[in-house]
Nanobody, 125 residues
Framework: QWQLVESGGGLVQPGGSLTLSCKASGDILENFAIGWFRQAPGKEREGVSS?????????FYADSVKGRFSVSRDRAQNTVYLQMNDVRPDDTGVYYC?????????????????WGQGTQVTVSS
């Protein structure tokens, strides 16, 4: 059974850093691209980043996080990471990871499955 579990969220000050983890079960990382999304209160879930399933997996980033966030994958740990640097208050939200068949729009939630339960990130001084 495919399953994704997020962790690493917490309270961080503006300008700080945080690393989120998306731990996968089974062979999900070998078969699907993984996307990171976030959802702020009262807002729709929005795409943050995505990494392809191949070793040289294509990476995508939302304009709002380019140059600050970085996505990576560790096959030995069966985990995808989201490194968040220079965080801002509008980065606050619940962060989710999901699996997507390659070739579909990376930032469209309709193409994703096996969503994790989410991890809360709060950026505040």
């Amino acid at each position: 059974q495919w399953q994704l579990v997020e962790s690493g969220g917490g309270l961080v000050q503006p300008g700080g850093s945080l690393t989120l983890s998306c731990k996968a079960s089974g062979d999900i990382l070998e078969n699907f691209a993984i996307g990171w999304f976030r959802q702020a209160p009262g807002k729709e879930r929005e795409g943050v980043s995505s990494i392809g399933r191949r070793d040289d997996g294509i990476k995508f980033y939302a304009d709002s996080v380019k140059g600050r966030f970085s996505v990576s994958r560790d096959r030995a740990q069966n985990t995808v990471y989201l490194q968040m640097n220079d965080v801002r208050p509008d980065d606050t939200g619940v962060y989710y990871c999901g699996a997507r068949t390659s070739g579909y729009a990376w930032d469209d939630t309709h193409w994703y499955h096996s969503w994790g339960q989410g991890t809360q990130v709060t950026v505040s001084s």
